[in-house]
Structures are given as C-alpha cells and as structure tokens.
C-alpha cells in the first residue's frame, strides 16, 4: 500500500456503487486534484506486473480511441481486460488528469502550480508550464480533430471522450455536441438546484459552448432562447429534494409530519421498506414509487443522526406516528465520535461532519504527499495549500490523527459511524477491502431503526422478516438493536462475503429464530415463497435496497438508471412484494 501511487488504497474499489459525494457545498471538481501522474484515479500496486499484448483486442480498441499505449497498459495490469466500462472509466480519469489545461477561466488560482507553490509544491504536482492547447493535444491522438474541436468549445475531456465512444468515431460533430448537452441538461437537473439556479447555470454555459460552435463550426447562429425553452419543460418533471433532508421527521430537528395519506393497495401488513440514492438520475424516484403503489418517498440524510452524510431515500407504507431513536443517541460530530482527533485537528479545516462513506479509502502515498505539503510551512499553510488539503480530506473522509498527518477512516471506525457493533465485518477471512466495500454499500442503521421503531409496538412478540438485497443486515441489526425478537428472516444476498458476515452476526447475538439465506432473488418465484410462507406463518416485513451501480451520481459510464444490468433489479423488488402482498391476501 505504501508504494501505490493513487489515492485509492483499494484495488477492489467499486466505483459504480458509491453515491455522489455529499459534502455541503463541495464539488469534486476542484481544481487541485492535479496530484501527479494519475494520483486522482483508482489502482493498486498490487497490480499484476505481466506485460500487456500489443495484440490484445482491448488493447488496441483504446489505443483507437487516442489513448497512449502506456496508458492503456497500466491500466489494463491494474484492472484486468474483463470490465471494459471499468477501463474506460480509469483511462478518462488518467487522461483528464494529463491533459488538464494549467489554468482555468472557471479557476480563479491553481494551488498545484510552481508559482504558488515554490518549490515544496513540486512534490504534490508535476505540471508544466504549457498552453491550453498544448497540453490538449499531449493526451490526444494527431489525428483526432474532433475531439481536439469539442475540447476547444469548452466541453471537458471526459465528457468528449464518452460522447465519441458511445456515437461512434465518424459521428457528425453537431450529434457529439447534442449528445454531450443533454447529458449535461440531465446532470444538472439530477443535481436538484433551485429553478433559478438552473437557468442562471445552463443560460450561461450552454450559450457559451453552442455559440462557438454555431459561429466558429457552422459558420451560423442558432436563434435564442432554445436551451432556456427546454430547461422550462424539463423543470416541471424535476424532482425537488427538501432542505433540510429530514423526511418526515428526525429527533433531533422539531419539525414533524404526523400523517400521510397511503394509497389503499399499500396499506399494510405486510409493511415494505424500499432504500436507494436519493441522488438518482432524473424521474427514477417517480418511477419507483409508482411501482411501490405510489407511495410518496421519504427522503433522508443521515447526518442528522450520526457524524456523517449519506443521503437515501426510503419508501414504505410504515406508521410515521410515535417514532423514537435508538438510545444512547450517536455522535454527531467528528470530534464527538473520535475524540482523538479534537488535539491535531487545525484550524484552517471547517469540517465538523464527514462525507458520504464510500467503498473505497484513500492510499498511504496521498496522506505522506498532504503531510509534505503541511510541514513545509511553520504557521499555518497558504490557502492554496489549504484548497488542495480540503477538497482530498473531503474526498477521501480522510481525518488528523497527528501533526500534519491525515489518515483515512478504519473499518471499525466506519461500522461505528453506521451503527453496526464493533468488529461486524472483522475476521472470518474478511479482507480489508471487502469490509470497506460491505460496509460502504450499507444501511446506515440508527436512521433505519428510527423508521422501524412503529414496529416494536406492533410485534411485541417477534417478527417474520423477508430481507432482499441484505448486504450485511442492516435492517437485521437495527431490529435487533430496536429489541424486536427475530423469528424468522429470510436473506436474500448475491455476496458470499456479506451472507458470511451475517450468519456469524446471527450466532454471536444468539438469535433464538431460524436464519434462511438465498444467493440470487431472482430465484425467489412464487412457488418458493409459497412453501416459505406456509412454513412459518408469512411475512410481516419486506425490506431492501436494490443496488445502486447504475443510479450513483459517481457512476459516470454506465449510469443507466434502472434500466441498467445492476439498478434493474429494483424490479425484482417489486415483483417479490407483489407475489407476497398476493399470497397474503390468498391465505387470510
């Protein structure tokens, strides 16, 4: 680890499962993240070593696509030829970093240059001192004009890249810039801005892009007002997520919601509790709830209950009357959680909450490269030293346990941000990295059992559980923990790993029911449920949170919605629920 030149400690690391970050205010486009020679991107030093063919298929189908050869072999050892949406991704990582213009208008000051930074800086930063145009065509083949051209309009290197490898190299130049606007229309609409902010953004970035391709390509203008137009009819399907992100209710805010109206094909039992992104591409939120018998979604950051953001959204048909909180209450602070860190926390860094817990840390050679840029400076650092330091601690959740030291979260730390028992995911022959991965993709589990508290009332003598999409038992735990006994549960769990980690859960808390674990829902049919039910009796709840590859905000390739390969399970969900509410009714 300590040899590894990316900030990612992982080499496992599963980019399409983590959420957008969610720090406020914080953009993942700072301009310091021009750490050296691919240190924003993903890998190991673990990487196979073995050289890449020449003649390798997928070798040669990125090197057409104007990537370097070196490049594509160092990416290829590191990740394998299997995952060719993985590749592409780390390739427009590496290529965004090395083509990265010196400044920017957007940038008011580069923290990574020489010039700011003195000497000490060129350890954090290898960048020359070329023109925008040069350092474009450093990371571009000589031959790729229209790439070099939507480069020239404005539009980033990434966005390029995917817009030409989704439409084809001999693509018109007027399909690439249409295809890379409305995937910008659409990522902006995602990120859920106020209407007037939307406008002010779009008005100003869409004008500036398509009137230099109007004039300088097409050698016309196109009439004004279009994109505005478009941006008032998408504006009304918009879905708005609440400020402050409380639902309908946290205890530890005053303001509540005490009745809702259920739809009366929702009515339960059995009760249902669905979790995802709440930063979904636009109308999958609409769609889902309109197969979970539209019922309206309750939106929730969990930074209202723990030290850290993780922004979801819930639909259920649960009571939201006479919620209570898991006791003790848990920190909500950084330094109320790891007190240790109060001593070398510096004054400079405003942060008092983490950002989203991801599946993946930063690596030892990040932190030694933030120690060496603190210590060169006796007082505290200069703002663009500070910049750089702030955006990779926001990134990476990275905290100070010394002088000038960062280091990210351990895995125990993270299981105590979450809520789960100390050492959950330790042993068993649990590596590292898969803690990190089970552990990012969880329930956060105090805000889940402040929902599920209506439930201990309700079943003061236990509860039949079917637990789809388990992970590693976040609504098991937050029911137990709630002292709701388990009679029965049903797990339903892709992952060996995570289904290990909750049966030696179940042992160690000396479940008195009966634990059943499934590999695949989609295994789960009628007859199954049938004859499960029939054992004991039915369900009483049906919880899961069908995964989030393709909806993440972080997803930048294959974020399909829930029509991609992992997301389009949610269906399975519902199908499931459905079968269940049915035999349900069949056997009253």
Known sequence: MGGDDSPVESDNCDWNTEDELEIENYQSSSSCLTVPNGDAVTGSGEASSSAVSANSKVFNHFIGMGFSGEMVSKVIQEYGEENEDKLLEELLSYKALESSPRSQQHIERDPCSSENAGSSWDDLSDTDNFSDNEEIAKGTSENDDTLRTLVKMGYKLEEA????????????????????????????????????????????????????????????????????????????????????MIGFGVPTESMFITHR??????????????????????????????????????????????????????????????????????????????PLTRKWWPSWDPRTKLNCLQTCIGSAKLTERIRKAVENYTGDPPEHVQKFVLDQCRKWNLVWVGRNKVAPL?????????????????????????????????????????????????????????SLFSGIGGAEVALHRLGIPLKNVVSVEKSEVNRNIVRSWWEQTNQKGHLFDMDDVRELDGDRLEQLMSTFGGFDLVVGGSPCNNLAGSNRVSRDGLEGKESSLFFDYFRILDLVKNLTAKHR
């Not at 998408?234 to 400020?243: F, G, M, R, V, Y």
């Not at 992104?277 to 539209?294: C, H, M």
């Not at 809520?419 to 089970?438: A, L, V």
Request: glycine share 6%; aromatic share 10%.
């Open 261 to 338: 109206r259920i739809p009366e094909d929702a009515i339960g039992p059995p009760y249902f509790y669905y979790e995802n992104v709440a930063l979904a591409p636009k109308g999958v939120w609409q769609t889902i709830s309109r197969f979970l018998y539209d019922v309206e979604p309750e939106f929730v950051d969990s930074k209202f209950f723990c030290a850290a953001a993780r922004k979801r959204g819930y639909i259920h048909n649960l009571p939201i009357q006479n919620r209570f909180p898991l006791l003790p209450l848990p920190p909500r602070t950084v330094h109320e959680a790891f």
């Open 161 to 244: 890249l995917i817009a030409i490898e989704r439409l084809g190299r001999n693509s018109p130049l007027e399909e690439l810039v249409d295809f890379i606007d409305v995937a910008q229309l659409a990522k902006a609409e995602d990120a859920l801005l106020p209407p007037e902010e939307k406008l002010q953004y779009n008005d100003y970035t869409k004008s500036k892009k398509r009137s230099f391709y109007n004039c300088e390509v097409l050698g016309r203008k196109k009439p004004r007002g279009c994109e505005k137009k478009i941006l008032n009819e998408d504006e009304e399907e918009a879905l708005h997520l609440p400020n402050p």
């Open 410 to 466: 351990e895995p125990d730390e993270v299981e105590t941000l979450l809520g789960f028992p100390r050492n959950h995911t330790r042993g068993g022959g649990i590596s590292r990295t898969d803690r990190y991965k089970s552990l990012g993709n969880s329930f956060q589990v105090d805000t889940v059992a402040y929902h599920l508290s209506v439930l201990k009332e309700m079943y003061p003598d236990g509860i039949n559980l079917l």
